[in-house]
Nanobody, 123 residues
Framework: QVQLVESGGGLAQAGGSLRLSCVASGDTFSRYGMGWFRQAPGKAREFVATISRRGDSRYYSDSVKGRFTISRDNTKNTVELQMNSLKAEDTAVYYC????????????????WGQGTQVTVSS
């Protein structure tokens, strides 16, 4: 079982940057593909980015491609999301998640979730 704790959310202006971090504990981190998801008020949770177990594959949603970068450090049990050129529509609670698949984009593929961190972008 994996426990996930996110940090780094907050308030940013449109065009600005934030960096989210997620620390994992409880199991061998490199056994899990990792993902970031987000959920805005009144909307379903949606895929943002995912990275494979070894960090050699990454996929992004079309809405964040070219602006966000996912990375991981298996020696520190961390996965991060660098968010640049932020837009008001990026406002949401962001969740870190772990999957036993090598890599995955679907919410249903993920077994463990963090508590979420709020990101608010002002226009």
């Amino acid at each position: 079982q994996v426990q996930l704790v996110e940090s780094g959310g907050g308030l940013a202006q449109a065009g600005g940057s934030l960096r989210l971090s997620c620390v994992a504990s409880g199991d061998t981190f490199s056994r899990y593909g990792m993902g970031w998801f987000r959920q805005a008020p009144g909307k379903a949770r949606e895929f943002v980015a995912t990275i494979s177990r070894r960090g050699d594959s990454r996929y992004y949603s079309d809405s964040v491609k070219g602006r966000f970068t996912i990375s991981r450090d298996n020696t520190k049990n961390t996965v991060e999301l660098q968010m640049n050129s932020l837009k008001a529509e990026d406002t949401a609670v962001y969740y870190c998640a772990a999957t036993t698949a090598i890599i995955a984009e679907q919410v249903a593929s993920y077994d463990y979730w963090g508590q979420g961190t709020q990101v608010t972008v002002s226009s």
